[in-house]
Structure formats: C-alpha cells, structure tokens
Nanobody
Framework: VQLQASGGGLVQAGDSLRLSCAASERSASVQVMGWFRQAPGKEREFVAARTWDDNWIYIADSVRGRFYISGDNAKNIVFLQMNSLKTEDTAVYYC?????????????????WGQGTQVTVSS
C-alpha cells in the first residue's frame, strides 16, 4: 500500500492547516491510519489515529482540542486538521497505516509509511 502525505507548509502561530494522506488502497494492512511527527532533534511521536469506519479515534494529549483526524473513505484519504498551531508543532508529519489490533498509538506497530510533509509554524 502506498501512502502519500501532503498539505504541509509555512504558517504563523494561531493559523490552521490541513494535512492529507492518500492511500493507494484501503486493505487490511491499513485499517488503522495514523499521523506522527518528528521535530528536529526529537524522536518521532504519535499524533492521532483512526479506523476507516471511525469506530476508534485517538488524539494525543499534546494536541487534543486543536488537532482532529477524519477521512474521506470514498477517496481513501485521511485528514489531519490542525488548528491554533503553535511553534512547537513544527515538525515533519508522517502518515502511516497498520492492521487492526492493540497498541495503535505505538510507532513500532505501523508497517506502511508515507513520506513526510514539513510543517513550520513561525511566531
């Protein structure tokens, strides 16, 4: 399964941005779709994830209330809506997919990864 992330850019603090992740297919290997981010000098961290049927959605504490994950199942696209962006949200954002199962916030459980998209938030 190919995953293509897009939508990054340079914005100011307080702005909003929507990232998209297009999956080449919605197979069993990507029943859970997640977003992760990696800031310079830091480890990659979980941001948000959902199942395609929205039966399960989870948002990291660090962004809850500002970031939202959703999808367009007809187009096999998952979105990450990012509002009230802060400078500390600056990172490369990655989308990834995995089969259904436990520990869906764990990076190690994701096998399909898209390329990253850079999000830079200026003050």
């Amino acid at each position: 399964v190919q995953l293509q992330a897009s939508g990054g850019g340079l914005v100011q603090a307080g702005d909003s941005l929507r990232l998209s992740c297009a999956a080449s297919e919605r197979s069993a290997s990507v029943q859970v779709m997640g977003w992760f981010r990696q800031a310079p000098g830091k480890e990659r961290e979980f941001v948000a994830a959902r199942t395609w049927d929205d039966n399960w959605i989870y948002i990291a504490d660090s962004v809850r209330g500002r970031f939202y994950i959703s999808g367009d199942n007809a187009k096999n696209i998952v979105f990450l809506q990012m509002n009230s962006l802060k400078t500390e949200d600056t990172a490369v954002y990655y989308c990834a997919g995995r089969p259904l199962g436990p520990d869906s916030t764990s990076i190690a459980t994701y096998r399909n990864w898209g390329q990253g998209t850079q999000v830079t938030v200026s003050s």
